[in-house]
């Protein structure tokens, strides 16, 4: 190990430089999905950094790379022996905060906060973002306080890239083949509703969007959208005594009957589920709430959108002028349920994390990824660290040193499916 202790081996050292270049390329480009578009992809822009990931794949020598119709990138990596393995990452960036005009900064870490230059308001804070205490001589990128920064997932578009251009670039390294996928409308739940398993061809695949660097996601909520509808009655407001039933107040008496203590994203923590009011819009006469519920066991989730129902008739009974509908669709499911028919992907996983100096942990990740979906249809696929941190918000934030391990973990999972006994 170097003397600074940034990298754990003399390959996560090498990439670092390639590694830090493609993500601040990357992160410029704005690819921010829109979960109100009925479009696919959800914003055209999304297509910008498709094209240009397409370019540089075939600039790297594979020729079959290629853009798709519905925004996905492809490309093929041809391997010595052993399965096809898949190397996925999406482009898009969260709707929660502005993508756009993203002005990275790389800061050598030397302790204490992190101003962001953007915004006086903006300050990164080891006391408040935890891992950040442990990166004390790393270089770290953020944005400038007013955007997102894009770690998630352009550092596992990064990783990816890195990854294969260095074994473009040492042919004699024996490896399994790869299949690169990068996807769009993940932070939508949209990410693979064209994805063609089959077309893609790889036997199983891992994903590049967690965070902490040693972590293996085997494990998602399972995940549902439900949606109530609230059909009250609008009257003129100056002559509606008796007659208005109003739908905006039916809905907030609705959210006020949610539980104060536990259930909500504000009050959970590693295995705790909840239902959560993410969205409302209408009016006096008709109301709709979104809520996403979220939960590790799919009994406890049904129990959740149990609630809703119960709710909502509680509401109508009140109000029988008032008519309340529930709709609840499923989005993911957790994906340990499918992992754990074939253990041997996600132990691989550990064993390349081993290879980059690293003791691998297993943990299950509060939200969910595009192989959670891909899992449940047959493609099973884990999910690999990326090292960033503080995802959906303007303090997100990743280590160089940490994207330099995660793209050798990448190196070391395709030379691992070439070797017995993984073969």
């Given at each position: ?7 754990p ?6 990439l670092?430089?390639?590694?830090l ?5 990357y992160?410029?480009?704005d690819?921010?999905?829109d979960?109100?578009s ?6 055209a ?9 397409a ?5 790297l ?31 898009d ?9 993203v ?8 302790g ?12 990164l804070r080891?006391s408040e973002?935890?891992?950040?205490a ?16 894009g770690?998630?997932?352009k ?17 004699e390294?024996e490896h ?9 409308d993940e932070?939508?739940?949209?990410g693979?509703e ?9 036997e199983?695949?891992?994903?590049f969007?967690g ?5 293996i ?9 439900a949606?109530?509808r ?8 100056g002559?509606?005594?008796?007659k ?9 008496a609705?959210?006020e ?8 994203p504000e ?6 589920g909840?239902?959560h ?6 009016g ?6 979104t ?10 989730l049904r ?10 008739a509680e ?14 669709e ?27 100096g690293?003791?691998?942990?297993r ?6 990824t595009?192989?959670?979906v ?14 960033g ?8 934030w990743?280590?160089?040193q ?8 990448a ?8 070797e017995?006994?993984?073969?």
């Amino acid at each position: 190990m170097p003397e600074d202790g940034r990298y754990p081996t003399p390959l996560a050292a090498e990439l670092a430089d390639d590694v830090l270049d493609r993500f601040l390329r990357y992160v410029r480009i704005d690819t921010q999905s829109d979960d109100k578009s009925t479009t696919y992809p959800s914003t055209a822009k999304q297509r910008d950094l498709g094209e240009l990931l397409a370019r540089e794949l075939r600039d790297l020598g594979l020729e079959d790379a290629a853009i798709d119709e519905h925004g996905y990138v492809f490309a093929t990596v041809p391997g010595a022996r052993g399965p096809t393995i898949g190397l996925i990452a999406h482009v898009d960036t969260s709707p929660d905060e502005s993508g756009a005009n993203v002005q990275p900064q790389v800061v050598h870490y030397t302790g204490g906060d992190i101003q962001l230059p953007g915004d006086p308001r903006r300050v990164l804070r080891p006391s408040e973002s935890l891992m950040l205490a442990e990166k004390e001589g790393h270089d770290i990128v953020t944005s400038d306080g007013t955007t997102l920064l894009g770690a998630d997932d352009k550092a596992g578009v990064a990783e990816i890239m890195t990854a294969v251009a260095y074994l473009a670039r040492h042919p004699e390294i024996e490896h399994a083949p790869i299949r690169v996928g990068f996807t769009v409308d993940e932070e939508v739940g949209r990410g693979v509703e064209h994805f063609d398993d089959e077309a893609f061809g790889a036997e199983f695949a891992y994903t590049f969007d967690g965070t902490e660097i040693g972590r293996i996601d085997d494990e998602t909520f399972s995940a549902s959208e439900a949606r109530v509808r609230i059909e009250g009655h609008s009257v003129h407001p100056g002559t509606s005594k008796g007659k208005m039933v109003n739908s905006v107040k039916l809905a907030a008496a609705l959210i006020e009957r949610l539980p104060k203590d536990r259930l909500s994203p504000e009050t959970t923590e590693e295995r705790e589920g909840f239902v959560h009011p993410h969205r409302i819009s209408g009016g006096a006469a008709e109301t709709t709430i979104t809520f996403i519920c979220r939960d590790f066991d799919l009994a406890q989730l049904r129990e959740h959108e149990q609630l809703l129902r119960d709710l909502a008739a509680e509401i109508e009974r009140e109000e029988p002028r008032a008519r309340l509908t529930v709709e609840v669709e499923d989005s993911y499911r957790n994906m340990k349920e499918f992992l754990d028919a074939r253990p041997r992907i996600v132990e691989a996983a550990d064993e390349a994390t081993r290879r980059v100096g690293l003791e691998p942990a297993r943990s299950a990740i509060r939200g969910g990824t595009d192989g959670a979906v891909l899992s449940a249809r047959g493609l099973l696929t884990p999910n690999v660290y990326t090292g960033g941190q503080e995802y959906h918000s303007v303090l997100e934030w990743v280590s160089v040193q940490d994207m330099a391990v995660s793209a050798a973990t990448a190196v070391e999972l395709a030379k691992l499916w070439a070797e017995p006994p993984w073969t």
